[in-house]
C-alpha cells in the first residue's frame, strides 16, 4: 500500500508545479469561457494614478472577453474574502489588501519594493490566484502596468517580474510610511552679454516707433520730340536739246 502511495503523491505534487499559475499565463490566467473572472482593487489611500490603472486594465480586458466586465472594479475596504482571483494595484502602504497577503505590517510596508524599482508577482493559492502590480511611486506602478498591457513585448514567466523605473519623485522613506518629495527644479543660468543685450533693446524701440512714409515724386513723362529732317530732292537738270542750226554754226567756229 505504502509502495502505491508515494508514487500517487508525488504524481500529485508534480500536477500542482506543472498547473501552477506562471506570468506566461497572462492574461488567459482571469479568463474563463469568455467572461473576465477576477476582481481588480486599489487601496482606499489610493492617488488618482492607481484608480486610473484600474480602469485601464478594464478596458485592456474588455477587449478581449466576449462578455461586458459588471462590477469587477473594487476599493481594498470593498474586499471581505480573499479566496478568489484579485488584481491588486499599488503599494502594500497604499492597499490594505497587497499588506495582507504578504504578511506586511504597516511599519515594514515600504520595504517590499526596492527604489527605483516596480513588481509584478503571481501568487498561486491553487483554487485562485492573487496578482501584485505594484510600485513605491505611482511611476513605478505605472510602468508595470504598461508591461503586462504590451506583455507580448516582454518575457513574461515565472512568478516575477521585476523592472526599473525612471523615477519622476524622490521617495523618502520614514519609519512607518513613505513620503514622497518633489524634486525642485534647477535654475538655468544664461550668460548676457551686455552689448548683444544693448542692441536687441535699441532694436526693439525702433520697432515702436512709428515709420512715415514719404509720398514717392511724382515724375513727369517727357516726351521727346523727334525731328525727322527731310532728304533734299535732288535737282533735276533737263538737258536742252540745241538746235540744228546751232550746232552747225559752232561746228563752223571750230574750224577757225
Known sequence: MKKIM??????????SLVFAADLGD?????IDGGKFDALIV????????????????????GGLVTEPIIGAASLASDITDLKQNLILIGSPCANDIIADVLDVDEANCHKFIEDGTAIIKVIDEGSYVHLLVSGNS???????????????????????FILGVEESEIIK????????????????????????????????????????????????EIKEEIIIEEEPKPVIVEEKQESFFTRFINWFKSLF
Do not use: C, R
Open 42 to 61: 486599489v487601496g482606499n489611500k489610493a492617488s488618482s494614478s492607481d484608480v486610473l490603472l484600474q480602469i485601464e486594465l478594464l478596458s485592456f480586458y
Open 26 to 30: 497572462w492574461p488567459d490566467m482571469f
Open 173 to 220: 522613506k520614514e519609519e512607518g510610511k513613505v513620503v514622497v518629495v518633489e524634486e525642485e527644479a534647477e535654475e538655468e543660468i544664461l550668460e548676457v552679454d551686455p552689448l548683444e543685450e544693448l542692441k536687441k533693446k535699441i532694436e526693439e524701440n525702433k520697432a515702436k516707433e512709428e515709420v512715415v512714409e514719404e509720398p514717392e515724386p511724382i515724375q513727369e
Open 138 to 160: 505611482d511611476d513605478g506602478t505605472k510602468e508595470a502596468v504598461e508591461v503586462l498591457k504590451n506583455h507580448k513585448k516582454h518575457d513574461l514567466k515565472g512568478n516575477e
Open 6 to 15: 508515494i508514487p500517487l503523491i508525488i504524481l500529485i505534487l508534480l500536477t
